[in-house]
């Protein structure tokens, strides 16, 4: 009789350790913290997450800060890691500068994502450098998409003349790359002169302003490209309020509708859509899966939809516009 005592009592010892059952069923929590609240970008980038956590029976926490800024984003981290989510997906606004706050994240148990952008070099988990702690990297090819910024804009200018980049400021790991893919692939324009980047700290008014100075330093501008969606506004702004519509010709990254509008009046040549509610998705789809034990890849890439006057109210390129 004792050994069945001892046997019984092992039986419910296993069905009180048969617990994973009930860890299937938790409800993850998933912070996503974008570059900053009020930007087309990060709404849509916000739906893809939000439909990816309905899917899976996620919570998703949108919390982030009012600007793109290192100084006004670190907090917010702060305050997400200290409400203990299972997963932090993140937009970090600069390279190096969300590195120590990303480690907090880490030490605290707390495993982190990043979207759109990335820390350190972006290569993760490969035991070089100080900041490769991130699972995956979920974005866009942004050199690749300078590259075809490029090309577009030279074909707009007929292959010759002066053209600049309006971009964000240094540091931000896409629009970086942006600039140096745009620049790389100019090498193959002889008769295009690159001038000097102007940076915008991703203020509109700054980069309309910045045009106005460029054009009166060079009256035969004839291009620029606008590497994120505050400076090809601002720069396609710019163009307008100096009478240059059509003839200052205009590549766009980005495609909120204010920019599709500048598309249809002429004022833009192209705009290079990102899939940002591709990139929250498969964010919250990495997050779940490792959540669940899962591994997954270090990269994630998603597209691109280049828009322009031709084919922007066609059914297959108009899904891709950003959502307010
Ligand atoms: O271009 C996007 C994003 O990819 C970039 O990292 C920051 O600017 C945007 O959010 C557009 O404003």
Redesign the pocket.
């Known amino acids: 009789r004792k050994l069945l005592t001892a046997l019984a009592a092992l039986a419910i010892g296993v069905g009180v350790l048969a617990v994973p059952a009930q860890a299937q069923d938790k409800k993850f929590t998933i912070a996503l913290i974008p570059?900053l609240t009020t930007?087309a970008?990060?709404i849509t980038m916000r739906k893809g997450a939000e439909a990816a956590a309905k899917a899976v029976g996620a919570e998703l926490v949108f919390q982030g800060a009012p600007d793109?800024n290192p100084v006004t984003q670190t907090p917010v981290l702060d305050a997400v890691i200290a409400r203990k989510p299972d997963a932090i997906l993140i937009?970090p606004t600069d390279k190096v500068q969300l590195v120590q706050p990303l480690k907090k994240a880490i030490d605290a148990g707390i495993p982190v994502i990043t979207v759109?952008?990335f820390i350190g070099t972006g290569q993760y988990q490969t035991g070089a450098g100080d900041a490769d702690f991130p699972l995956s990297y979920v974005a866009?090819d942004n050199l690749l998409g300078g590259r075809m910024a490029a090309d577009a804009l030279s074909k707009a200018i007929g292959g010759k003349g002066k053209v600049y980049v309006s971009n964000?400021k240094p540091g931000?790991s896409?629009?970086d790359q942006r600039e140096e893919g745009f620049k790389e692939e100019m090498k193959k324009y002889p008769d295009i002169t690159v001038l000097e980047t102007q940076f915008n700290d991703?203020d509109a008014n700054k980069a309309a302003s910045q045009f106005q100075s460029v054009y009166a330093r060079n009256s035969d501008l004839a291009g620029v490209f606008g590497a994120?969606?505050?400076s090809a506004l601002g720069a396609a702004n710019g163009v307008q309020q100096a009478g240059q519509s059509g003839k200052i010709r205009v590549a766009a990254?980005?495609a909120p509708t204010s920019i599709v509008d500048n598309l249809k009046s002429g004022l833009v040549d192209i705009a290079i859509a990102?899939h940002p509610a591709e990139i929250g998705y498969f964010g919250v789809m990495a997050a779940y899966a490792h959540l669940t034990g899962q591994s997954i890849p270090t990269s994630i890439g998603t597209g691109f939809t280049v828009m322009d006057k031709s084919n922007v109210d066609q059914p297959e390129v108009a899904r891709f516009i950003y959502q307010n």
């Open positions: 570059g930007d970008f990060y793109f937009a759109d952008t866009s964000v931000v896409t629009t991703d994120n969606l505050f990254f980005d990102q």
